[in-house]
Each structure stands twice: as C-alpha cells, then as structure tokens.
C-alpha cells in the first residue's frame, strides 16, 4: 500500500525558514521522482520543486530557486524541501507526490504524476 505523508508546515515570518518532509512508502525512491507542489487560494496548483529517482538531479521553479532545496534520504525513505528567505508569496499548502520514472530529469507538471500525498499548510506572514 502506497502512502506519501508530508509535514513540516507551520507559520513563519518573512524571511524565515521551513523544512518540509515527504515520508515515502510502497515506492522505491530509486525508481520514482519526487515533486513538491503548492497550491494558495484561489489560484491553480504549480510546481515547486523535483527529484530525479535515477540521477539525484533536481529541477526548481524559478520563484523558488535559489531559496529552496530538495534533497531524498534512500534510507529513510524521505524526501526534503527546505525552504528559505520566505516570502508572503510562499504561502499555500504543499503537497509531495510521486511519478515513475527512470530518466535522468524529472518534471515538475503536476498532470504527470500519479501518487498524491495530503498537504501541509505553509504560511508566511508577519
């Protein structure tokens, strides 16, 4: 049985940071990529964040970039976003969810993946 719980939202000043964690079952990591997506009121979900399942290689929206980082634990079966310098902007709940993939990029376009976990609610505010 497969299952994708994700955690580490919380309320976070400006500028702040946040570890977000996407714990893994019923996957190998080495054969799924792994993306983080967000999604505020009122607007359509998006892509933050992926991970290749292949390569370890990462891609990142341009938004985000520079200021966040993903990175998987094998071993804990987990997969990280840490999130810095937040904005406002950041706020929304994140999602984590799971593709089968095994070229070396992965994508992050939410049509493409098939495994969902539940959300956790990111917000930054003063």
């Known amino acids: 049985q497969w299952q994708l719980v994700a955690s580490g939202g919380g309320l976070v000043q400006p500028g702040g940071s946040l570890k977000l964690s996407c714990a893994v079952s019923?996957?190998?990591?080495?054969?799924?990529?792994i993306g983080w997506f967000r999604q505020a009121p009122g607007k359509e979900r998006e892509g933050v964040s992926c991970?290749?399942?292949?390569?370890?290689?990462?891609n990142y929206v341009d938004s985000v970039r520079g200021r966040f980082t993903i990175s998987r634990d094998n071993a804990k079966n987990t997969v990280y976003l840490q999130m810095s310098s937040l904005k406002p902007e950041d706020t929304a709940v994140y999602y984590c969810?799971?593709?089968?993939?095994?070229?070396?990029?992965?994508?992050?376009?939410?049509?493409?993946?098939?495994?969902w976990g539940q959300g956790t609610q990111v917000t930054v505010s003063s």
């Open positions: 991970i290749s399942s292949s390569s370890g290689s990462a």
């Open positions: 969810a799971a593709r089968y993939d095994v070229l070396p990029a992965c994508l992050t376009t939410s049509g493409e993946y098939d495994y």
């Open positions: 019923g996957f190998n990591l080495d054969l799924y990529d």
